[in-house]
């Protein structure tokens, strides 16, 4: 078996999902990025991030 391709990392991201969006929050997300200069999916985890405490009620 080949060894493993890539770089080593101690927070592997194994999952990967697909969302679809509207235009609204599509622009929503775009103006994020673009003002704390994160791409998309870096975005996306600090907004699940925020679900968080609602789910420790």
Known sequence: ???KTGRP???P???KITVRI???NKN?????CKKYS?????A???GIA???PDIKE
């Open 44 to 46: 996306v985890r600090r």
């Open 9 to 11: 990392t101690s927070n």
């Open 13 to 15: 991201k194994p999952y």
């Open 50 to 52: 925020k679900l968080e």
């Open 22 to 24: 509207d235009e609204k």
């Open 28 to 32: 929503i997300l775009d103006s994020y």
């Open 1 to 3: 078996m080949a060894p």
């Open 38 to 42: 994160v791409n998309q999916m870096e």
